[in-house]
């Protein structure tokens, strides 16, 4: 079956800790994202990469870091930086010819909990 | 830069009867693409429907529909013979004909009560 994984689930981080979060696709896309998602939010973009080796900012990077060394896997790590990193966090993957497929697929996301 | 307004943060409606989620944005953008995503208390986001801005048509599956009003800027959806499946909180999203990231209302929490 093709789709995008994420683990863990739930993470638990001290403060001061780095954490990194995994994300996983086999559906041959190009085009990776992470968001952040609060309470009575809706979601907002972390950083994104569009190709292997390269990756942009979105809109609230800062205390966050990626990389993307192949294009099936785009981790996320929440720095020590990160003021307030306690919050649910989804991976989404997507093509990026989006005249024929312009959505964007997800995760099942993963719940970060900063002790 | 593109927003996306979703004004009902909770909505509620009897099983079997239709509801609608309202949802307006704004842009400068001629060619765009519009859709509403349903997060069920799994919390997995799934694609409900999506409309490309150059078709007139309003987009269709099954229960689901959208009024599309490109020149009022209102992407509605509506919901028929609503299932207590229903139930979940909904996303408005816009997202450039060029790609990129995805823009999110702050979206609507569906109640479906038996």
């Known amino acids: 079956d093709g789709g995008i994984t994420q683990s863990p689930k739930y993470l638990f981080r001290k403060e001061g800790q780095n954490v990194t979060l995994s994300c996983e696709q086999n559906?041959?896309?190009?085009?990776m994202y992470w968001y952040r998602q609060d309470p009575g939010q809706g979601l907002r973009l972390i950083y994104y990469s569009q190709i292997v080796n390269d990756f942009q900012k979105g809109d609230i990077a800062e205390g966050y870091s990626v990389s993307r060394e192949k294009k099936e896997s785009f981790p996320l790590t929440v720095t020590s930086a990160q003021k307030n990193p306690t919050a649910f966090y989804l991976c989404?993957?997507?093509?990026?010819?989006?005249?024929?497929?312009?959505?964007?697929?997800f995760g099942p996301g993963t719940r970060l909990t900063v002790l | 830069a593109q927003t996306v307004t979703q004004s009902q943060p909770e909505m509620s409606v009897q099983e079997a009867e239709t509801v609608t989620l309202s949802c307006t944005y704004d842009t400068s953008e001629s060619d765009y693409y519009l859709f509403w995503y349903k997060q069920p208390p799994s919390r997995q986001m799934i694609l409900v429907i999506r409309?490309?801005?150059?078709?007139?048509q309003n987009a269709t599956e099954n229960r689901f529909s959208v009024n599309f009003q490109k020149a009022a800027k209102s992407f509605s959806l509506k919901i028929s013979d609503s299932q207590l499946g229903d139930a979940a909180m909904y996303f408005c999203?816009?997202?450039?004909?060029?790609?990129?990231?995805?823009?999110f209302g702050q979206g609507t929490e569906l109640s479906v009560k038996p």
């Open positions: 989404a993957s997507s093509t990026v010819r989006t005249q024929t497929t312009p959505e964007q697929f």
């Open positions: 409309q490309e801005a150059y078709k007139q």
């Open positions: 999203a816009y997202r450039s004909h060029q790609g990129g990231k995805l823009i």
């Open positions: 559906l041959n896309h190009d085009a």
